[in-house]
């Protein structure tokens, strides 16, 4: 047996979110950036280009199998 609150909350939400807020969002939006105007934190500008992700991976030599299915060689010692 589910409780109320499980059921109903949700509910009350999709309500909101689908009928009313469609006609309330307008009037309420000014008053909700009075108390949040603070802008996202943003990258500073001093950081090396090295630093920066550009979307690529490097290969770790951990003696792991790659995506490719291909081994990388790893140093160990041979006896």
């Known amino acids: 047996m589910v409780c109320i609150p499980c059921i109903?909350?949700?509910v009350l939400l999709w309500v909101y979110k689908r009928f009313l807020?469609?006609?309330l969002?307008?009037?309420i939006s000014p008053i909700i950036n009075t108390f949040w105007t603070k802008k996202a934190v943003q990258e500073t500008g001093?950081?090396?280009v090295s630093e920066k992700s550009n979307g690529t991976c490097k290969a770790d030599s951990n003696g792991e199998v790659t995506?490719?299915?291909s081994a990388i060689a790893a140093d160990k010692k041979t006896d």
Do not use: C, L, M
Request: no cysteine.
């Open 46 to 48: 001093d950081q090396k």
């Open 21 to 23: 807020e469609p006609f």
């Open 25 to 27: 969002y307008p009037f």
């Open 67 to 69: 995506a490719n299915g």
């Open 8 to 10: 109903v909350i949700p």
